[in-house]
Structure formats: structure tokens, C-alpha cells
């Protein structure tokens, strides 16, 4: 299949031209085939990212969702319950359950308590710490992104598999799937993207650096075709790491509709969090990353797509200026993959003939520019 990204390519020069990024690579599959894998600025299409929170889906959703098919974990059992035998009662943890922790709907704010010495703390010490974190709201009752409940959940996934979280991850996805790069504290910095005074290979994130390189929030390292690879076992259904069932859950929001929109590991149409742009479908799910990485699944269109860059390396930047540049990336990638057939039209006729029932709307955009679910339309 031939198409033009020739507009998207010239758009993530000019980000490296204003100095938004350093090195910069993308990946692009559809049905199974890959269509573009290219590098930028000092990148190779070799080069390992610091993917930051896209651990968060990709490890730490991913091995809750495989403890749960294994029958070791349920997602309603009580958060405290796994941590109440060598620390004090969690009174305020009280009604929260793994599946908020998956969804941000906790009620934990979006950083943790944290000791201000914390080198040469142990693990336990600053576990313990994000433990006794306040909590906004009571769980359930609204949505918060938050770092502090994929921490606890990382350590709840070790706990409960009776494995560091690395070990996991690696023998449960990593080693499945074949991907080489993928995995924490990488050995070598050699092909790394920097991504601050840091050394290449050390993780960008402050508390995952403090827990040795390994949380449940980031410390993920990869390469884009490792991260394109896992995006399109999920998107083909999940094997060999994950049911059809668990993708299922995962693919769409699990929270209500008053609350936002996260599934289970991952954001979905109406979440502003979401890379998606304004022109993929209505059942794309993803996720992003601090230090400026982005996975889109478009089931819609069977598209994998991911775009990895060190955009923290200009610690003068604010990130406004690389999020407006990315949006305008993945709508030349859209339009180049002509998506026009299966975007919503409004018309008298496609209003009556809405498969929703009569004279309900189709999908329609947020103020974000993100689709609202309505429609489904077939993909060409």
C-alpha cells in the first residue's frame, strides 16, 4: 500500500527545526501491515525512548489484566487489603478498589506523597508514603489522572504475581511478544534518547527514578517498533498476552459517561488525554507520555500508530507548542490513510438511518475535537 505522509514528515521537521525535540521516531501499521517506520533529527529507527506513562498501559494495565485471567485477582477486591499486613489501617483507602486504580477514579491526586530525601529510601518506605496520601473525593465519584494509583497498582501486580514488576513484564509481554527493547532500567544508554541532564537511560520521572527505575506509573524504555508491535497485539485481539475478552474491556471507557471516558489502562474518545486528533474514529483508544510519546489503536481502520520523541529534552519549552504540532501530526496521518468513508456525515438521510435508532445524532465533537460516540460506520 502506497500513501502520502509527506505533509506529517514535514510537520515533525519544523519541530525539530523550533527545537521542540531532539530525536523523533514513528511507526504506522494497518491490517497487520507495516506501512512506515521513520526517524528524525538524531534518532535512528533503533533508537529507545523513555516512554513514560505509556508504562502505565502497556506494563501495569496489561499484567492486572493477566493476573485476572489467571483467577489471582479480581477488580473489585479492596486496595487496602493488599498492603494492610505489615502497615498501619488505610481507613481513608476505604472503597477503593482495583478498578478505580485503573481508571483514575481513585480519588488519589495526580502525584503522591512523597519523602523530599527520598534517595537511598527503600521501596517499602516510599510505598508506604503514597499510602498515606489524602485522597480528593471519595473513589468513584469523579476522575483524576493520577500517578499515585498506577504506582500502588504496579506494586499490588509484583505482590500478587510474587515477581519484581520488571521480571513481570518481561516474562508476561516482553518475551511473548518478541520485543527485545521493551522492558525498565536498560542496559546499555548507547541509542538512547536523552532526555534532560540525566544520563541516557535513566528514567526522566522523579519517583520512578527514586524507586529504582521501576513504577507502575513509568520507567518503560523501548524502541517505536517494539511499541508498534504490542499496539498491534492489542489491536488484533490481544493474544498471546491478553484474551479477547480482557481487550474488549480495554478497547472502551469502563467509568461513567458524568465522569469522563478511561477504560481499563487506557483513554478513549471524549478524554482530552487522548492523541487522537480530529479525524480518527470515534472507537480509537490510546495513551501519551510525558516526555512525548503517543499510541493510537484505531480499531475503526485497523491502525496502529505510534510516535515517540524526546520532547523534554528543551526544559525551556512548556509543551503547548509540541501538543498543538502533534495534533496537527496525526490529522495528516488520518487524511493520508483516507478515513473520509467511515467519518461521520450529517445528513437528513444518515440521521434517520442512524443504526442507533431514528432521528438520534451522530457522533459529534467535544470542544477538544475529540468524537463522541454515536455511529458506527463501517471502515472502506
Same mark, same amino acid.
Not at 76 to 85: G, L, S
Given at each position: !500500500? ?26 504506522? !501499521? ?24 505509556? +508504562? ?57 506523597? /512523597? ?16 499510602? +498515606?496520601?489524602? !485522597? ?51 542496559? =546499555? ?60 474491556? !480495554? ?6 459517561? =458524568? ?21 480518527? =474514529? ?10 512525548? +510519546? ?6 475503526? =481502520? ?26 496537527? /501530526? ?51
Amino acid at each position: !500500500m502506497l500513501i502520502s505522509l509527506m505533509r506529517g514528515d514535514e510537520l515533525l521537521q519544523s519541530g525539530l527545526a523550533d527545537g521542540l525535540f531532539t530525536h523523533a521516531v514513528y511507526g504506522l !501499521m494497518r491490517g497487520g501491515e507495516r506501512l512506515a517506520l521513520k526517524a528524525f533529527g538524531q534518532a535512528a529507527t533503533d533508537t529507545v525512548f523513555d516512554l513514560a506513562s505509556l +508504562t502505565k498501559p502497556l506494563a501495569t494495565a496489561t499484567l492486572v489484566m493477566q493476573l485476572v485471567e489467571q483467577g489471582r485477582l479480581h477488580l473489585r477486591q479492596p486496595v487496602a487489603r493488599f498492603f494492610d499486613d505489615e502497615l498501619d489501617p488505610l481507613p481513608h483507602l476505604s472503597g477503593v478498589e482495583v478498578r478505580h486504580l485503573l481508571t483514575h477514579t481513585s480519588g488519589l491526586p495526580p502525584i503522591p506523597c /512523597w519523602p523530599a530525601d527520598a534517595t537511598g529510601k527503600s521501596r517499602r518506605d516510599l510505598i508506604a508514603s503514597v499510602l +498515606t496520601t489524602p !485522597m480528593l473525593r471519595p473513589a468513584g465519584t469523579g476522575y483524576t489522572y493520577s500517578d499515585a494509583g498506577y504506582i500502588l497498582l504496579g506494586e499490588i501486580a509484583a505482590r500478587v504475581s510474587g515477581q519484581r514488576l520488571e521480571d513481570c513484564f518481561r516474562d508476561g509481554v516482553a518475551r511473548p511478544l518478541g520485543l527485545r527493547t521493551l522492558g525498565f532500567c536498560p542496559s =546499555s544508554a548507547g541509542n538512547i534518547a536523552p532526555t534532560g541532564p540525566e544520563a541516557p537511560g535513566i528514567v526522566h520521572d522523579p519517583r520512578a527514578r527514586d524507586l529504582g527505575g521501576v513504577g507502575g506509573h513509568a520507567g518503560l524504555f523501548g524502541t517505536a517498533a517494539d511499541v508498534l508491535m504490542f499496539a498491534e497485539a492489542i489491536r488484533a485481539g490481544g493474544s498471546p498476552i491478553l484474551s479477547r475478552a480482557s481487550v474488549a474491556r !480495554m478497547r472502551v471507557s469502563q467509568i461513567p459517561a =458524568s465522569l469522563g471516558a478511561q477504560s481499563l489502562g487506557w483513554f478513549c474518545p471524549g478524554n482530552d488525554y487522548l492523541p487522537q486528533g480530529d479525524l480518527f =474514529s470515534d472507537q480509537s483508544f490510546g495513551h501519551s507520555g510525558f516526555t512525548g +510519546t503517543a499510541l493510537l489503536i484505531d480499531p475503526a =481502520s485497523d491502525v496502529s500508530l505510534v510516535l515517540l520523541t524526546n520532547r523534554v529534552v528543551n526544559q525551556a519549552e512548556d509543551g503547548s507548542r509540541f501538543l498543538r504540532l502533534r495534533r496537527l /501530526w496525526l490529522n495528516t496521518v488520518a487524511a493520508s490513510l483516507n478515513f473520509v468513508s467511515f467519518l461521520p456525515v450529517r445528513s437528513e438521510l444518515s440521521l434517520k438511518e442512524n443504526s442507533n435508532g431514528p432521528n438520534l445524532p451522530l457522533p459529534r465533537r467535544s470542544e477538544s475535537g475529540c468524537l463522541r460516540p454515536g455511529k458506527r460506520h463501517r471502515r472502506p
